[in-house]
């Protein structure tokens, strides 16, 4: 039997960002001094758990934001998260595809065997990259402003803003695509799921939870520098703020 046109595709692009990923990291390699390097195990270890714990943490938070969502239709089928797992972890694979379409077509493919509409999907990465921004924001501005002096080349203040004006949107996205879909009622119905409704506290939840993802990630980068640091190990406190 011969193997469908889409996955001949998503084989050749994978095989195309591993392979650029080691080109890339081959290139940043040769660049260094390895003399200049301190190998400690420890932190490394400690690092890339951490590491790992973040991505998790986001894929959670974007499958409870999924339920939030009321989505799948007619409810969380046997296996959803396992399900939702795959879809996550796959469709984030393929962002290194520049634009995001192909992380877009991913989800909306994977998604749609879980009882996801294709335009929820896309929807969803939308409402996911304001949540993340927010997140970021949150807390990047409370590590900021809670840095000694604030002489630093960014502001805590414009960076909390950008959290601010992040969640705002995140809250007006779906009564603005309701207005939408409203006005143009064809439209909408052809594209089943593009209107959500996520409650405001709901959304204010997801953004904290996705601070904490981005916290674990600023703690993992945190800890291969230490395990990585030549001669004395930069203090922890520091590298994570």
């Keep these: 039997m011969r193997p469908k046109l889409g996955t001949v595709v ?31 195990p420890i932190p490394l270890l400690a690092g890339s758990l951490v590491g790992g714990a973040a991505l998790v943490t986001l894929a959670v938070v974007a499958g409870v934001g999924l339920r939030a969502a009321q989505l799948p239709v007619g409810g969380a089928r046997p296996g959803f998260w396992l399900g939702w797992m795959r879809v996550w972890f796959q469709g984030y694979f393929y962002r290194y595809v520049p634009g995001k379409l192909m992380l877009v ?36 501005g409370v590590g900021l402003l809670a840095l000694p002096g604030g002489d630093g080349p960014l502001s805590g203040a414009l960076v909390a803003a950008l959290a601010l004006a992040s969640l705002v949107g995140s809250l007006l996205l779906w009564p603005i695509v309701g207005a939408l879909a409203r006005r143009a009622p064809r439209l909408a119905a052809r594209l089943p799921g593009s209107v959500l ?33 030549p001669d004395e190990a930069p203090p922890m406190g520091l590298l994570v703020v």
């Design 10 to 40: 998503r084989w050749l692009l994978a095989a195309l960002i591993l392979g650029y990923s080691a080109w890339k990291l081959g290139g940043a390699w040769t660049a260094l001094e390895p003399t200049a390097l301190v190998w400690r």
């Design 105 to 140: 077509v991913e989800r909306a493919r994977l998604g749609e065997r879980l009882g996801i509409p294709r335009a929820a999907s896309v929807m969803l990465v939308v409402w996911e990259s304001l949540l993340l921004l927010a997140g970021a924001g949150l807390f990047g």
């Design 197 to 229: 409704t996520v409650s405001s506290a709901a959304q204010v939840g997801l953004v904290a939870a996705n601070a904490v993802a981005w916290a674990l990630l600023g703690a993992s980068f945190a800890l291969v520098c230490v395990g990585m640091a």
